[in-house]
């Protein structure tokens, strides 16, 4: 049994102590550990905000959407690895697709939207002028542009891929570096998609982190130019978004609490 690294601050690194367990979900093999215990999780906050969110906002729409595209014809010509790892969650072939393909599907969805409807340019004027005087001496526009801060998404164990993939693009899109904690259960396959996503070359460093394991003290952390998104339970959401540091700060924190099914089957 190996530990189950994560990727912090541009290098793969092993949390101390035995940490929790992951099964091979068959044959109830123990496959890795996971732990972040001693892993500099709140520094990786900051290493994310000044190198890979400096990194994105200095992209423009247009080439963070053909980030996006050629990530995901990457990741389409490695998914039979993808597929290999997945089945060790108990997915079927079918239940893979829709989790691998389906995300890389997401990846081009937001690139054609980028090449479609963003400019080419890394402020985007939202609406025309907005007069805010009678003679017109004063007038304001909307603009948009990347926030400074990092994204922080907790995902769910029925979909490593694509739960990450979905969260992922419109946050490379907007010129924001992420940091991915999924969750424990499919944790190895989420790890090997980033991975690869690594491997390609094809993001800044910096534009993506992986924490396998618990946040630890992250939420101290957080400041306001930071947003979290969560994925799950909806007692472990809640628990989240009640955090003193999300209301002090005013982080926003977006939460889709799932209604899973559950089908048991005896001999």
């Known amino acids: 049994m190996q530990h189950l690294t994560s990727y912090i601050m541009g290098k793969w690194a092993t949390g101390a102590g035995e940490g929790r367990k992951i099964f091979h979900a068959l044959t109830n093999e123990a496959l890795y550990a996971v732990t972040t215990e001693e892993l500099p999780l709140a520094q ?48 079927t072939k079918s239940d893979s697709w829709v989790d691998i393909e389906g995300g890389i599907g997401t990846l081009f969805s937001y690139a054609g939207l980028a090449s479609r409807e963003l400019p ?33 998404h907790i995902n769910a164990f029925n979909f490593p891929c694509w739960g990450m993939l979905e969260k992922l693009a419109p946050t490379w899109l907007a010129g924001m570096p992420a940091i991915i904690k999924p969750a424990t259960a499919s944790a190895q396959v989420t790890q090997a998609m980033v991975a690869l996503i ?31 998104t969560f994925t799950g339970s909806a007692s472990t959401g809640q628990k ?14 977006t939460m889709e609490a799932d209604s899973l099914n559950c089908a048991i089957l005896g001999s």
């Open 120 to 152: 080419d340019d890394t402020v985007w004027s939202e609406d025309e002028m907005i007069p805010l005087s009678k003679q017109g001496q004063f007038v304001a526009r909307h603009i948009l542009t990347s926030r400074r801060g990092v994204a922080l």
């Open 44 to 91: 990786s906050l900051q290493y994310g905000r000044d190198v890979g969110g400096k990194a994105l906002a200095n992209l423009t729409f247009q080439q963070r959407g053909e980030m996006l595209k050629a990530v995901a014809r990457y990741l389409l010509a490695h998914k039979d690895e993808l597929y290999a790892i997945s089945a060790q969650t108990g997915a």
């Open 198 to 228: 690594l491997e390609s070359g094809l993001v800044p460093e910096g534009a993506i982190q992986l924490i396998c394991g618990g946040v630890g003290d992250m939420f101290d952390h957080l400041d306001f130019e930071d947003v979290v």
């Open 240 to 253: 989240l978004k009640s955090h003193p540091r999300i209301n002090q700060k005013s982080v926003p924190f």
